[in-house]
């Protein structure tokens, strides 16, 4: 079995095709099967739909199985299991006539729970009330206990990621409150850590809490060996906050025009030009790069994130939209020559064939 981690970009897009998606879909299919079964038909719906909806997370995220060494399949097995159970709770939240972050927070314990091997189970929904799963939640709860306790690394990085979900969690209750609340939490969230991270501003902090990438880098590298507390400060610092800034700010971008028409907060929309939405991009992605420094496998993670702009700018919805186009254009250039071959060979984080 190879276990070198690789570092050109064609050689990442097959072994990513060839040894992470096959698996990906294995153990997604598992999950959307016990998906099925659930008694409730509104959950089941809810279940089944983001499974099939969002199985681009867990194909984008597979990439850092390349870094788990022998156990490869294990950490996808946990990628799996905690993003389901991320996306998963985004459309319970989304798809909801509530607005209580009690609510969204008592759901949003399944996620600290699965870092925690050996703590028991909650009742999710216990806020929201009268809800039979079957048992799903439960589940994917805890097959990531289960699998991060074969992860020699994971007590050495178990602090780091609980962190990291502390701020995902935070993100996803302060995301789905009314309306007219969303902003002056998610400023006040920003606020709360703003003296450690001065150069940005809140709208961009909410990006860099909003993504998983350091969590799964933590976990990948977990899986691989015994680790220190030092690695894994390291490895959490090169990803949180800017790598992630950079992730979910791209994916706001995209998704400009949709958030528009449903009325929903979009923060790339903060920017109040295209010259200083670039200029901010440029920052953050100097921030990125930097912090990127010194990491193992430094190469490969550069790679990551310059595919990061090829995945978002190749959707078909910039590609559509002529001023969202330019832009896109000017933003490729911050990638490199890696980013425009993985844009212009449809890269595996892409959302092939959806929208």
Known sequence: MNFHVPTKPWSILYRTYRETIPEVHQQLESWKRLADEIPEQDLRNQAVW????????????????????????????FLCAYQTICDYLDTLCDKND??????????????LDALTPGEPTKDYYRVRGGHDDGGYLHELVKEC???????????????????????????????????????????????EHAEKYPE?????????????????????????????EQEAEKLKN??????????????????????????????AAYYTSEDEM?????????????????????????????????IYLSDGDVQNNLEMKHAAKRLIGLGGASTKFFYYNSWVFRRRNKK
């Open 50 to 77: 983001t499974i099939d909806d969002k199985d681009f997370h867990c194909e984008g995220g597979s990439v850092l199985a390349l870094v788990a060494g022998g156990n490869k399949e294990a950490f996808i097995r």
């Open 98 to 111: 509530s607005q209580d972050p009690d609510d969204f927070r008592a759901l949003h314990d399944a996620l």
């Open 145 to 191: 206990q289960q699998t991060l306790k074969t992860f020699p690394g994971y007590p050495a990085m178990k602090s780091a990621m609980k962190e990291l979900a502390q701020y995902y969690v935070d993100f996803q209750v302060y995301k789905h409150v009314p309306e007219d609340e969303r902003e002056g939490l998610l400023v006040a969230f920003y606020e």
């Open 200 to 228: 940005l501003r809140w709208y961009e902090f909410a990006c860099c809490a909003a993504s998983t990438l350091a969590l799964y880098c933590l976990a990948a590298y977990a899986a691989a060996k015994p680790r220190t």
């Open 238 to 267: 090169g990803y949180f906050p800017w790598m992630q800034g950079v992730h979910i700010m791209l994916d706001y971008f995209v998704d400009q025009e949709e958030d528009f028409e449903e009325e929903e907060m979009n923060f």
């Open 278 to 310: 670039v200029e901010r991009f440029h920052f953050l992605d100097e921030k990125a790069s930097q912090y990127l420094t010194g990491l193992p496998d430094e190469s490969f993670h550069r790679k990551i994130k310059q595919g990061l702009y090829a």
